[in-house]
């Protein structure tokens, strides 16, 4: 009870020595009781942990190299691919939006840095956006037939080297043959 009445008075204070005083008085309290009171030092001081014993690093397996086949295909270069699909457009009938998805695509990897100024291919890049933007402005609506002079047609194929072209003409033709006799069996 009179531990309570003295926390009661003093509750107010905010010092070092209310706090002491308390400490002071749990003390004889418990030793009224016939428990043993721990020393200040071991309440107050925070436990130390063991230091911890740190594990040896397992080094990672090296990583496997996969055997490279002979005839491994290698990217293209996002100018060749566009050169390509822009060949493909000689004389084809083309919307204004088609026109105008392949010049923003063709932007866009531009202004991206994916094809850059640098590039072998960056003359004809800017060519073919040239043309494309006067193809664009001269369509009032609905299709236009696009043509590529003969002389620049044989250039931009030169330049992405699509003499091998010829093998996907054949697989073309073959899975069209394949449709044709495909038979439905209901």
Same mark, same amino acid.
Request: glycine residues 2%; positive net charge; aromatic residues 10%.
């Given at each position: 009870?009179?531990? $309570?009445?003295?926390? $009661? ?70 100018? @060749? @691919? ?16 088609? @026109? &105008? ?34 193809? &664009? ?50």
């Amino acid at each position: 009870m009179i531990y $309570h009445d003295f926390l $009661h008075k003093n509750s107010t204070e905010n010092s070092n020595q209310f706090y002491l005083t308390i400490r002071d008085v749990t003390a004889e309290v418990l030793k009224k009781a016939g428990v043993q009171p721990k020393p200040a030092s071991e309440t107050s001081a925070k436990k130390e942990k063991p230091p911890k014993t740190s594990k040896p690093k397992r080094e990672p397996a090296p990583k496997k190299e996969k055997p490279k086949p002979d005839n491994e295909v290698t990217e293209l270069p996002l100018a @060749v @691919v566009f050169i390509k699909s822009y060949c493909g457009w000689a004389g084809k009938v083309k919307t204004k939006t088609q @026109v &105008y998805t392949f010049i923003k695509r063709l932007q866009k990897a531009i202004a991206e840095k994916k094809i850059r100024k640098t590039s072998e291919y960056a003359p004809l890049i800017v060519y073919m956006q040239n043309r494309l933007i006067a193809f &664009y402005n001269d369509m009032k609506s609905g299709t236009k037939t696009y043509e590529i002079p003969a002389a620049k047609l044989t250039e931009l194929k030169e330049a992405c080297n699509m003499r091998w072209a010829g093998h996907v003409v054949i697989a073309k033709t073959f899975i069209n043959i394949l449709n044709d006799t495909y038979v439905d069996i209901n």
